[in-house]
C-alpha cells in the first residue's frame, strides 16, 4: 500500500516508530513496555506487541509482530521516500502465514489507518481508529 503525504518525512517518521505516535492515529490504548509498543483493543482483549526491528530516520521503521494469534511473526513495514516537499508512504504488513477472512480484514483495515497516519502528518489530527473499546466511529 503506498499514500503520498504533504508532509516531509522527518515529521512522519515518528508517527511510525514511536508508541506516542502510533496512539496519535492508531490506538488510544498504547503503552511501551521494555522498547516495544503494546496496543490495547475492545477493553484489553486484544493486545498487540510491536518488538522494533529496525528504525532509520527518517527512511524506514520495522515492527515485529509478538504474542499469540495470526499477527505473531508478522512485520509491520514502513518505508518513506522524500518527493519533493512530500513523503511517499509505503506500508506492508508482511510474512503473515495464510490468507485468511482475518487476513483480508487486516488489510482493509490498513486502508483506513494509512489514511489517518496521512491527515495527522498534515495537521488534520483526525485521532487513533481504535479507542480501547472498540472502532472509535
Known amino acids: 500500500m503506498s499514500v ?3 508532509a516531509l518525512p522527518e515529521r512522519v517518521f515518528p508517527l511510525a516508530a514511536t508508541p506516542r505516535g502510533l496512539a496519535r492515529w492508531w490506538a488510544t490504548d498504547v503503552s ?3 522498547g516495544r509498543a503494546d496496543l490495547g483493543f475492545f477493553k484489553g482483549s486484544t493486545t498487540y506487541r510491536l518488538q522494533p526491528v529496525r528504525s532509520v530516520a527518517p527512511d524506514a521503521v520495522e515492527w515485529r509482530c509478538l504474542g499469540e494469534g495470526e499477527w505473531t511473526g508478522t512485520r509491520l ?3 518513506l521516500t522524500k518527493t519533493d516537499d512530500k513523503t511517499r508512504l509505503r506500508f506492508t504488513h508482511a510474512d503473515w502465514k495464510a490468507e485468511t477472512d482475518y487476513f483480508i480484514d487486516c488489510t482493509a483495515t490498513w486502508g483506513e489507518l494509512m489514511y489517518r497516519l496521512k491527515a495527522t502528518a498534515e495537521g488534520k489530527s483526525p485521532g487513533p481508529l481504535f479507542s480501547a473499546e472498540g472502532l472509535a466511529y
Do not use: A, G, K
Open 4 to 6: 503520498s503525504i504533504d
Open 32 to 34: 511501551e513496555r521494555e
Open 77 to 79: 513495514v514502513f518505508e
